[in-house]
């Protein structure tokens, strides 16, 4: 079955300085994923996906995550933080589209709140 | 603004009442997913139309919920007797058939709070 781990719930980190946030897989076949940034009482905005292609993947906002087969992770990257970055990260995978599978649902991850101090 | 609308944007009820959201897909946007999010959690999968035929429910969705999209264009999704444990954010996303690898569109969501 298809599932995402977000290890930390909270991520902090200094304004200026690099970002990380963690994101693990586990499908059947090769993965689609997707990182998306929701912000308090809104819905969930895309950053960027890895469909195929290049294991760095560049998105909005400067942000970029690093596809990593062997260690099935997906991890969200930013070389500088800025205090606007502060919201809640979603990682989410779906399976490739193939007969008989389910089409484009996403199975999220239960989030990573990232805050961004001054 | 042509991105996924979701109406209304809040909605608080009484226990046992039905309740019904409508979400607006980004036009031409043939796929459209509704998913449920509650505190401290991702966002769940609830059910998924192509076009205007209903292809798949989560085992989420109860028999108090269901889903429509009469023309393949907006959708309704009604809760009847609304239970405490409803209380959520419900969200809307479209996305267009093709190319296969399209990210879905999100809605701001509809949040409800059952007295």
């Known amino acids: 079955a298809q599932s995402v781990a977000q290890p930390e719930d909270q991520v902090n980190v200094a304004e200026g300085n690099p970002l990380t946030v963690k994101c693990t897989y586990s499908v059947s076949g090769n993965p689609y994923l997707f990182w998306y940034v929701q912000y308090p009482n809104r819905g969930l905005q895309f950053l960027l996906k890895?469909?195929?292609?290049?294991?760095l993947v560049k998105g909005s906002y400067g942000f970029e995550a690093e596809f990593n087969k062997s260690q099935t992770s997906f991890h969200l990257k930013k070389p500088s933080a800025l205090v606007s970055d502060s919201a809640l990260y979603f990682c989410?995978?779906?399976?490739?589209?193939?007969?008989?599978?389910?089409?484009?649902?996403?199975?999220f991850g239960r989030g990573t709140q990232l805050t961004v101090w001054p | 603004d042509t991105g996924v609308s979701q109406n209304p944007r809040h909605k608080i009820t009484k226990r046992g009442q039905n309740v019904t959201f409508r979400c607006d897909p980004i036009s031409e946007h043939n796929r459209l997913y509704w998913y449920r999010q509650t505190l401290g959690q991702g966002p769940e999968f609830l059910t998924y139309?192509?076009?205007?035929?209903?292809?798949?429910k989560s085992r989420l969705l109860s028999d108090r919920f269901s889903a429509e999209r009469p023309k393949g264009s907006f959708s309704t999704l009604e809760i009847q007797r609304t239970e405490q444990g409803d209380s959520a954010m419900y969200l809307c996303?479209?996305?267009?058939?093709?190319?296969?690898?399209?990210?879905?569109?999100f809605g701001p969501g509809t949040r409800l709070t059952v007295l």
């Open positions: 890895y469909i195929t292609g290049d294991n």
């Open positions: 989410a995978v779906r399976d490739m589209p193939r007969r008989g599978s389910t089409l484009g649902r996403l199975y």
């Open positions: 139309f192509q076009n205007e035929a209903q292809l798949e």
């Open positions: 996303a479209s996305t267009p058939t093709q190319p296969s690898g399209n990210e879905q569109f």
